[in-house]
C-alpha cells in the first residue's frame, strides 16, 4: 500500500497570524505609552524627536500669524462694539467720576456703553474688567472679577468677593 503524503506544505502569506498578532501588541504599547505620558505628566520629547528624525512629523506647508496684529487693517474698519462709526468708546457721567477714583484699575474702555439685560443697567467692558451703573440706584460700579469698587449716593465703597452689588449698611 502506498503511503499518501500528508504532510502539504503551505506557503505562508504576510499576513499571517503572528504578524498581525505582533501589530496589534505594538500598536497597544504604544497607545498605553502614550497615554501613561499625558496621565501622568511623563516627558514624551524625545518618542518626538524620533518621529522628526524619522521623518513623521506633522508639518502644514501654509503657515500664518494669529493675533491681534496693530497692522490688521480690518480691525481699523470696523467700528468698536456697540459704537456708531463716529463714536469712540469712552467714559461719561458717573463711570468717568469712578474712572478718576479708580485710575489705571479700571483700565480704558473698549466698547460704548450700552443696556444689559436688566432694564436699569448700562455696562461697559474696560481694559481690566466690567464697569456698570445702576440707574436705579445711581450706582457705578466696576469690577475685576473678584475686586469690587463702587461710587455710591453713600459714597466710595470696595469689597472683595463674589458678589456683585454694595455691600449694605
Known amino acids: 500500500m502506498a503511503y499518501i503524503h500528508r504532510h502539504v506544505s503551505r506557503k505562508r502569506t504576510t499576513g499571517s497570524a503572528e504578524l498581525i498578532y505582533l501589530l496589534v501588541v505594538l500598536v497597544a504599547g504604544v497607545a498605553t505609552a502614550w497615554w501613561a505620558g499625558h496621565r501622568l505628566g511623563m516627558d514624551l520629547?524625545?518618542?518626538s524627536t524620533v518621529a522628526?528624525?524619522?521623518?513623521?512629523?506633522?508639518?502644514?506647508?501654509?503657515?500664518?500669524?494669529?493675533?491681534?496684529?496693530?497692522?490688521?487693517?480690518?480691525?481699523?474698519?470696523?467700528?468698536?462694539?456697540?459704537?456708531?462709526?463716529?463714536?469712540?468708546?469712552?467714559?461719561?457721567?458717573?463711570?468717568?467720576?469712578?474712572?478718576?477714583?479708580?485710575?489705571?484699575?479700571?483700565g480704558a474702555p473698549v466698547e460704548?456703553?450700552?443696556?444689559?439685560?436688566?432694564?436699569?443697567?448700562?455696562?461697559?467692558?474696560?481694559?481690566?474688567?466690567?464697569?456698570?451703573?445702576?440707574?436705579?440706584?445711581?450706582?457705578?460700579?466696576?469690577?475685576?472679577?473678584w475686586r469690587h469698587w463702587a461710587l455710591t449716593p453713600r459714597g466710595f465703597l470696595s469689597w472683595e468677593g463674589t458678589q456683585s452689588d454694595p455691600p449694605a449698611g
Not at 494669529?66 to 474698519?77: I, N
Not at 469712540?88 to 479708580?102: D, M, N, T, Y
Not at 439685560?117 to 464697569?131: E, H, K, N, P, W
Open 112 to 145: 460704548c456703553v450700552h443696556a444689559s439685560a436688566s432694564v436699569s443697567d448700562l455696562i461697559q467692558q474696560t481694559t481690566t474688567g466690567l464697569a456698570e451703573y445702576n440707574q436705579l440706584t445711581d450706582t457705578a460700579s466696576f469690577t475685576d472679577g
Open 45 to 47: 520629547s524625545s518618542i
Open 52 to 106: 522628526a528624525v524619522l521623518g513623521i512629523n506633522e508639518t502644514t506647508g501654509i503657515t500664518r500669524r494669529v493675533g491681534y496684529s496693530a497692522t490688521d487693517q480690518s480691525a481699523k474698519a470696523q467700528p468698536p462694539p456697540n459704537c456708531s462709526a463716529d463714536q469712540s468708546p469712552a467714559f461719561a457721567g458717573k463711570l468717568a467720576a469712578l474712572k478718576q477714583q479708580l485710575g489705571d484699575t479700571m
